[in-house]
């Protein structure tokens, strides 16, 4: 599950998790900007729970010849960025219970 803090912006069924990154389903819900939002993750099985992770939203690669045009990106994607040893010690954590 993907929780995002506050006011919930929007929540997801995790899809596809790896200390890189995390992807999630369901329709196209539009990502908050990454600056203004807290991304937690939740896995209620195991109690746990990994509060702030920093993130990114992933770009989408535009492909062809007009370069010119600004890439846009996934709001299903979000690569995690500069992680602490906490942070990654829980992810490993999480990423040990997950189910095939």
């Known amino acids: ?10 929540m997801g069924q995790v899809t596809n998790l790896s200390a890189g990154g995390i992807a999630f389903g369901g329709k ?7 600056g203004n939002v807290e991304l937690d993750l939740l896995m209620t099985e195991q109690g746990i729970y990994v509060h702030n992770i920093p993130y990114a939203v ?4 535009t492909k062809g010849k007009n370069k010119k045009k600004a890439p846009g990106f996934r709001a ?3 690569r995690f960025k ?4 906490e942070k990654k010690s829980q992810l490993r954590e999480l990423l040990a219970h997950r189910v095939g």
């Open 28 to 34: 196209t819900i539009g990502t908050p900007a990454a």
């Open 58 to 61: 992933v770009p989408i690669r």
């Open 1 to 10: 599950m993907v929780l995002y803090k506050s006011e919930p912006e929007a």
């Open 82 to 85: 500069r992680l602490d040893a």
């Open 76 to 78: 299903n994607a979000l």
